[in-house]
């Protein structure tokens, strides 16, 4: 009784990571590499927490056999703890690289901690540098075992200084919940290096990155998958909520003009490159607090938290002015252009979700027919 309550608390960790890894595998954007790395994560906790239970039910019986799989226990512990740092690593890498639209190459150079752990581990096996089984068969830290931590920490340290660099880039949600993933299992290692016998290193990580699913993971299926923006669902919803609200806010509704040229003469790939470059240039032209989304095919919706017409017409300005600067450096053989209309809601509750859209609407292709005359 008195070793179940001492991994009681792994047990239920352990059955937390199954349940994250079983909904990962069931979502459709699961090949997605992002997911793939943090299933992987789920699945080196849930390892690591069933190793840390069986070393502690296995530690001090008597027989040549317990001495033989306490060994192999620990020695399979120690091997395998950067990972999940390393598997971190990447997952934030590979997040900075996606808001940045660049594709992450030579990602194993990244598991260098665990590779080189790994041969340390090999190397010193028949020593007692890192760990012992005694006669009793009882483990003990060896002289060199704290040494090893910095191969789990270093990851760690890189992940928060990464974060730290690329704030402004995260939502604010996402931002707070990589940080506290990076402060846990660090948290929980000191607690547990202290105080040897408490079982918080593994169990403070499966915390760690239930949070991760709840603030992070959970939102990419609100986002539209190919320019990683809200969709329309989560835009409705937002809405929603801001309309039962009584702060003023506007919504800008973008429409790209021509667009069905570019995918009938340059093909669908070509469209989609389009959608994700006119994707950056929002997202360079916002605020922080701003939420931008794809309403539809070629047409996204931008609110602008407490926006007086001056404000407005500056965002619309930044996009126009970032707009001609990328048609001027891209080097396409088409020149992307869009038609911006407005509608600033100053008493939300005496509007609908309709009548805010309809009236963004009905102002993009006011601006649309202005565009139209002109050339004509």
């Not at 595998?25 to 690591?48: A, E, I, S, W």
């Not at 990464?162 to 990589?178: D, M, R, S």
Request: hydrophobic share 45%; with cysteine; glycine share 4%.
């Amino acid at each position: 009784m008195e070793l179940l309550l001492h991994i009681d608390i792994n047990i239920f960790a352990s059955l937390i990571m199954i349940s994250l890894f079983w909904i990962t595998q069931r979502r459709l954007d699961k090949y997605d590499m992002q997911h793939k790395l943090f299933g992987y994560m789920c699945l080196t906790v849930c390892l690591m927490l069933l190793l840390e239970s069986l070393k502690w039910v296995i530690n001090g019986q008597s027989g040549e056999l317990f001495f033989i799989l306490n060994y192999i226990t620990n020695f399979a512990i120690i091997c395998i703890s950067p990972l999940l740092g390393c598997l971190w690593m990447i997952y934030i890498t590979n997040f900075i690289c996606v808001l940045e639209k660049k594709r992450r190459k030579h990602d194993l150079i990244l598991m260098l901690p665990l590779i080189i752990n790994i041969f340390i581990i090999i190397i010193t096996s028949n020593t007692d540098l890192i760990f012992m089984i005694s006669a009793n068969n009882i483990f003990s830290r060896g002289r060199f075992y704290p040494i090893l931590f910095s191969l789990c920490y270093g990851p760690l340290i890189y992940t928060l200084i990464l974060l730290l660099k690329n704030k402004n880039k995260i939502e604010k949600t996402n931002f707070k919940a990589f940080i506290i993933f990076n402060l846990l299992p660090v948290f929980g290692a000191t607690i547990q290096v202290i105080q040897y016998g408490l079982l918080s290193i593994w169990s403070s990580s499966a915390f760690a990155l239930l949070i991760v699913f709840l603030y992070a993971e959970i939102k990419g299926l609100q986002k539209d998958h190919l320019t990683g923006i809200y969709n329309r669902k989560q835009l409705e919803n937002f809405l929603r909520i801001k309309l039962r609200n009584s702060r003023s806010f506007s919504i800008l509704m973008i429409d790209l003009d021509d667009f069905k040229i570019i995918n009938d003469s340059y093909g669908h790939n070509e469209g989609d490159k389009a959608l994700i470059a006119v994707t950056n240039i929002f997202l360079k032209s916002t605020r922080n607090i701003d939420l931008v989304s794809r309403y539809a095919g070629d047409e996204f919706i931008i609110i602008m938290e407490n926006a007086s017409s001056s404000s407005v017409n500056a965002m619309i300005n930044r996009i126009q002015n970032n707009l001609k600067d990328y048609n001027m450096k891209s080097g396409n053989q088409y020149n992307l252009q869009m038609s911006i209309g407005y509608y600033t809601i100053l008493d939300p509750k005496n509007e609908t979700l309709e009548s805010i859209i309809n009236a963004a609407d009905k102002s993009m292709y006011a601006e649309k027919s202005l565009k139209k005359n002109q050339v004509h």
